[in-house]
């Protein structure tokens, strides 16, 4: 199946600091990527739509200058959490669906990265 | 805001059949649903997907009725490796994959 990565898989830095967490689609190239937040015994709440070559489309309620979302390649999509404050510690969670061979609805997740922010 | 409706938890034992359901009380014409399961930090993974009536792959059953109102996943015979949170949604091809999950199922397998 699909296959999709996250780097790092935990990282803790310090207020104030920003952070870069990577998406890749390993064996396959993803025009679209997701981004989702996950809090400790909560679900997943979407934060954003990757386009690769064009500006992310964020869900209600999520600062776009605090959350930049990058899609530079078909392969590859970055969150950046900027002046991270201990409020957005959280994990982190991109999907992508490589269309042939899947189902409409069938998205392929990354293992997530667990942010601490101190 | 979630569109599905399903039990906070369940607990089974080893080797039971187990049948989470779901409410679609407001489902489009147009909408699939779709199950997937998540383990403690990880990644959701997809389960199964269906329209109307029964499909059946090598992990789990789904059974929608034919108003489309409620789906029912079926795992048979669980073991403690099922212990997990189960997911449905609803979605059609037309949102571009976007996932809107519910609060989820904490489904507890005990020996």
């Known amino acids: 199946g699909a296959v999709v990565s996250q780097h790092p898989s935990w990282v803790i830095c310090k207020s104030g600091t920003s952070v870069k967490i990577e998406c890749r689609s390993l064996d396959f190239q993803a025009t679209t990527m997701f981004w989702y937040r996950q809090f400790p015994k909560q679900s997943l709440m979407l934060m954003a739509t990757?386009?690769?070559?064009?500006?992310?489309?964020?869900e209600q309620g999520v600062e776009k200058d605090k959350f930049l979302i990058n899609h530079a390649s078909l392969t590859l999509s970055t969150l950046t959490v900027t002046s991270a404050h201990p409020e957005d510690s959280s994990f982190y969670i991109c999907?992508?669906?490589?269309?042939?061979?899947?189902?409409?609805?069938?998205?392929?997740f990354g293992p997530g990265t667990r942010l601490t922010v101190l | 805001l979630a569109k599905t409706t399903q039990p906070i938890s369940m607990d089974s034992y080893e080797g039971q059949e187990v049948n989470i359901t779901c409410s679609h009380n407001?489902?489009?014409?147009?909408?699939?649903i779709t199950w997937y399961q998540q383990f403690p930090s990880q990644g959701p993974r997809f389960i199964i997907q269906?329209?109307?009536t029964k499909v059946t792959n090598e992990v789990a059953s789904l059974f929608i009725p034919a108003d489309r109102k409620s789906s029912t996943l079926s795992l048979p015979r669980v073991s403690l490796s099922d212990t997990a949170v189960y997911y449905c949604?609803?979605?059609?091809?037309?949102?571009?994959?976007?996932?809107?999950f519910g609060q989820g199922t904490e489904l507890s397998v005990k020996p």
């Open positions: 269906g329209y109307k």
């Open positions: 999907s992508a669906n490589p269309g042939t061979g899947a189902a409409y609805n069938e998205q392929f």
């Open positions: 990757s386009n690769e070559g064009s500006k992310a489309t964020y």
């Open positions: 949604l609803e979605g059609s091809y037309n949102q571009g994959g976007k996932l809107i």
């Open positions: 407001n489902i489009a014409t147009n909408d699939y």
